[in-house]
């Protein structure tokens, strides 16, 4: 059973200027054809009258006006026809001549922004058949330049372990030599090698979300709870506690659980830098008005410019340097929630002060997704 027509020849060979030349010309013949056969008409009718009537001066004058009212009619009506017919032939035609480009629209608006797989040649129309084409070239040099760039981050981070692996122990060996405090030193290189560490994890995970692999992940059991003891280990040291909330018994996405884990440690993580001693971070997994779920965590530290949250989200920018980092955290997290077609908002506390980072998850199964701009 075939969903659509099967195309006829000219269909399958005819370029879309073809396809516009046969059909301006099939309306200018439709419109001259019948503006001949009213004529005619109205000629046999008048040369009837002449030949069988015997005119006098008031009938003459009678038919005169008569023939040419008729013939303004015989003008104006076969012209308004003709628009009609015109453009409702038009209306067909663009829809014949736009629907291979209106197929390669809806296949382009369905695609997910990592898949760059090659389209399927389904159309014989020269001209999008040259577009599919030159499109197919761009996807492969791009996919191809993305797998170089991955690959070299890759490198990098990965050449990057022993050094660092060297200068700590060269610290660590100045400390115990020369008596000298390197701790903030130690600190900062394990900090710098815990962020390759986390670029590592998100190069070799993140190729296999944008090949398709996607599992179900719970947030609460497979996320939250493995992680918990180990981030109120790092709140304790500034005596912080964590509030671990949820609103929902299903709080399942499609994704990769060890890169929400890393999305949910920086967020936390985060929480912990700019949240004062001795306060609360909010952990909240509640549903989404639309389907699908959030993620939400919040400090009741001092709070953030909304304006320069663009800002905030770029890789090495850290607006405020009293709190340490290399400004990676969030980047990191902007690139987790992408992999996983998620929605990232960071914005102050409506009913304190402070900051709050939402993470929206759609719904795995009807793909629908919308948000809402009220913070929760």
Request: with cysteine.
């Amino acid at each position: 059973m075939r969903l659509f027509p099967r195309p006829s020849p000219l269909e399958r060979t005819a370029s879309i200027r073809t396809r516009l030349i046969l059909t301006l010309g099939c309306i200018l013949l439709a419109c001259q054809l019948l503006s001949v056969i009213w004529l005619w008409h109205e000629s046999e009718e008048q040369i009837q009258l002449l030949v069988e009537q015997t005119l006098t001066e008031k009938n003459l004058n009678q038919d005169i006006a008569l023939e040419v009212n008729e013939a303004i009619a015989s003008l104006s009506i076969p012209s308004l026809v003709m628009v009609v017919a015109s453009l409702l032939m038009c209306a067909h035609a663009v829809n014949w001549i736009t629907r291979p480009l209106m197929i390669l629209q809806d296949e382009l608006h369905n695609r997910t922004a990592e898949n760059l797989d090659p389209l399927q040649q389904r159309s014989d129309v020269t001209e999008v058949a040259a577009v599919i084409a030159s499109m197919n070239q761009l996807f492969t040099r791009f996919s191809e330049s993305l797998r170089r760039d991955r690959l070299f981050a890759s490198n990098v981070a990965h050449e990057l372990r022993t050094p660092l692996a060297g200068i700590r122990l060269s610290l660590e060996l100045h400390e115990q030599v020369h008596h000298i405090d390197c701790q903030p030193l130690i600190k900062r290189v394990d900090h710098l090698t815990k962020t390759i560490e986390q670029l590592l994890l998100l190069a070799r995970v993140g190729n296999e979300l944008a090949a398709g692999h996607y599992e179900s992940v719970s947030l609460i059991d497979d996320v939250i709870t493995p992680k918990q003891e180990e981030l109120e280990e790092m709140a304790a040291i500034r005596h912080q506690q964590l509030d671990w909330q949820s609103d929902t018994q299903d709080g399942t996405v499609l994704g990769n659980v060890t890169l929400l884990q890393l999305l949910l440690r920086n967020l936390v993580e985060n929480a912990y830098r700019y949240g004062p001693e001795h306060s609360t971070i909010t952990v909240r997994v509640t549903p989404h008005a639309c389907g699908g779920c959030e993620l939400i965590v919040a400090d009741e530290g001092p709070g953030i410019n909304e304006s320069q949250v663009g800002e905030l989200t770029r890789a090495f920018v850290r607006l405020d340097t009293r709190y340490g980092g290399i400004g990676l955290g969030l980047s990191i997290v902007t690139r987790i929630v992408q992999l996983h077609h998620g929605e990232f908002f960071l914005e102050n506390r409506r009913d304190r002060t402070g900051t709050q980072a939402r993470v929206v998850f759609k719904h795995h199964s009807d793909g629908i997704i919308c948000y809402d701009d009220d913070a929760t």
